[in-house]
């Protein structure tokens, strides 16, 4: 099934819900006028629509291969790619004396949901990329920013973070791999990394590696780690000491080579301080997952297409709401109203992550630095719930369009089938969504001693909107029972229903946002207001009821063994 880009949703989601104009109105960004990002945001769509999204078959059937230690991208993907970074869509948002466009992150945010949604193998290269961007320009020096950013933003060179060993998932304080001096400034990584996306390929010229390892006399725990930048190929234009030992078998996402990658001496420099690896890490890491949450939004947006698509077309049984036998798909209650529940929990969670950009946008450029503070909380907060709630948006999604289908659905050359496999793995990526709930219930609601979570509270009241007030009455009181539990088995154990009812809660608030809108077209309206409608009656009243997980904390399983279960 064709993939369409939902410009109009994207820039509605943009300017009506998550009020970009803020963004859009500052000098930095006075090139960013309505104008401009629609060429963009159409641009994109076009690409997506008519290079990505044919791909996206070849990419799950075929899959990326690796040859004599040498990786091979899908079919079509490295013409694809250089096709992208030619067009210049690397470097939306990067800044202008690196080569970039310096368009707002927001805009770009929207734009790359259409490339997630065509392509959600394709999209995770250019995503890592833009997150080394991220890391390189808070952290580098001015050799490694003189010198690899313009590459990077450009697309001639493709960028990536390699955390993750046997021992060391989550953990990263379990990190072995090596960097010892190399007596000439420089270092030499020795060890393996596993679960590499992107690790290695032939779309691009260079790939740059961005690893965690220790120093030969660094302490245990995370405060021992450091971050290094190793390329593929070096400045003399020999291969560096890396290469990949294999390819992961996957779930999904075959058209992304997942490696594992071996680092036998390859020449390294050292990014930012010694013993600060994590922390500019997750420099890189944030950045890489708000794009994450809007992959999830985007494959919900493909397997939403496609489930409504085949509910018009395949007829089966008799509906109610219409005379003719058999009826299609729409016209059955159920199945419309799965469809109605994929379409309200897509439009929360896209306004949900440009909110986020919006507040990241004005974090950095906002005209006071009241007004930017005010905003990195926000950005703050709002980060966990808009990876952590979008992509398992993208997992129900993608499951209910499988259930549409029915048996076809379940047999693999619908295509239903791939969005769910593909779906699945962004809730656990970029920090699982069990850290994400933790992240935010341990660190996130202490910032300003509880403001960003009272000014977030505040915001959602002023609203005005009845249906969402038993839900923000549930947060506050979810809230305050968090905030007197920090660090106890009972706040780790209710982290995640407490992100659910704060997802499910801003994703109200942008729902109400969108309902009290002035749109001149009214059948547009009509569809924005009926979404609403059903988000208030299916989605929010499930909000209270989660006061009730997060109030019982871990009483419910503490005392339970292995045994007994």
């Not at 890491?285 to 939004?297: E, F, I, K, S, W």
């Not at 036998?325 to 929360?348: G, H, N, Q, T, W």
């Not at 933790?438 to 915001?459: F, P």
């Not at 409608?533 to 399983?557: K, N, R």
Request: aromatic share 6%; net charge negative.
């Amino acid at each position: 099934m064709s993939y369409r880009a939902p410009i109009r949703d994207l820039n509605f989601a943009l300017y009506t819900v998550a009020d970009f104009g803020r963004v859009s109105a500052l000098e930095r960004f006075a090139s960013a006028d309505e104008s401009t990002v629609a060429a963009v945001l159409d641009g994109m769509g076009k690409f997506a629509e008519g290079v990505l999204a044919p791909l996206n078959r070849i990419g799950d059937t075929e899959g990326a291969r690796i040859e004599n230690g040498r990786v091979t991208a899908a079919k079509g993907f490295a013409d694809a790619y250089r096709r992208y970074a030619g067009d210049g869509w690397n470097g939306l948002s990067a800044d202008v004396e690196h080569g970039g466009q310096g368009l707002p992150r927001a805009a770009a945010l929207a734009a790359f949901e259409c490339v997630h949604a065509a392509n959600m193998a394709f999209g995770l290269c250019p995503t890592l990329t833009e997150a080394a961007v991220h890391c390189l320009v808070a952290h580098g020096d001015e050799h490694q920013k003189s010198f690899y950013l313009p590459k990077l933003v450009s697309g001639e060179w493709t960028g990536m973070m390699n955390l993750t060993e046997a021992q060391a998932g989550s953990d990263l304080a379990l990190v072995r791999c090596r960097a010892e001096p190399d007596g000439n400034g420089g270092y030499r990584l020795t060890g393996q990394k596993i679960f590499i996306t992107w690790g290695d390929h032939d779309c691009a010229d260079n790939i740059i590696h961005l690893v965690l390892a220790r120093l030969p006399d660094a302490p245990e725990g995370v405060k021992g780690i450091s971050l290094f930048l190793a390329p593929k190929i070096l400045a003399n234009g020999t291969a560096n000491g890396l290469r990949p030992l294999s390819l992961e078998h996957k779930l999904g996402i075959h058209g992304s080579p997942t490696c594992v990658m071996s680092y036998e001496g390859a020449q390294a420099e050292l990014v930012g301080q010694i013993g600060q690896g994590l922390p500019h890490m997750f420099t890189m890491m944030n950045a890489a997952r708000l794009n994450v949450g809007m992959q999830g939004v985007g494959i919900a947006e493909r397997a939403y297409q496609q489930a409504l698509a085949f509910s018009l077309e395949r007829r089966q049984g008799r509906s109610p709401w219409a005379s003719d036998y058999p009826a299609r798909l729409f016209d059955l209650p159920d199945v419309r109203r799965m469809l109605m529940l994929m379409k309200s929990k897509i439009v929360a969670a896209r306004a949900i992550c440009l909110s986020t950009a919006v507040a990241a946008d004005l974090a950095e450029f906002d005209t006071t630095a009241e007004a930017r503070e005010a905003a990195k909380l926000r950005e703050e907060l709002l980060v966990p719930i808009a990876k952590a709630w979008s992509t398992d948006v993208g997992v129900e999604v993608a499951s209910l369009g499988v259930q549409i289908h029915g048996g076809m659905g379940f047999i693999e050359e619908t295509g239903a089938a791939q969005h769910y496999r593909d779906a699945r793995i962004a809730p656990i990526y970029e920090g699982t969504n069990g850290i994400q709930a933790l992240d935010l219930a341990g660190r996130k609601l202490s910032l300003g001693n509880g403001a960003a979570m009272k000014a977030l509270i505040a915001d959602t009241r002023a609203a005005d909107w009845a249906p969402l007030m038993p839900g923000i009455d549930a947060l506050e009181r979810a809230t305050a029972t968090m905030m007197t539990r920090k660090g106890s088995p009972d706040a780790l154990a209710a982290a995640v229903p407490y992100l659910q009812l704060a997802g499910t809660v801003v994703g109200g608030w942008m729902h109400a946002k969108a309902a009290s809108a002035k749109i001149g077209d009214a059948n547009y309206a009509k569809t924005v207001r009926s979404l609403a409608d059903f988000y208030a009656a299916h989605v929010l009243p499930t909000a209270p009821g989660l006061v009730a997980a997060v109030e019982s904390g871990a009483s419910p399983f503490a005392d339970i063994s292995a045994e007994a279960l």
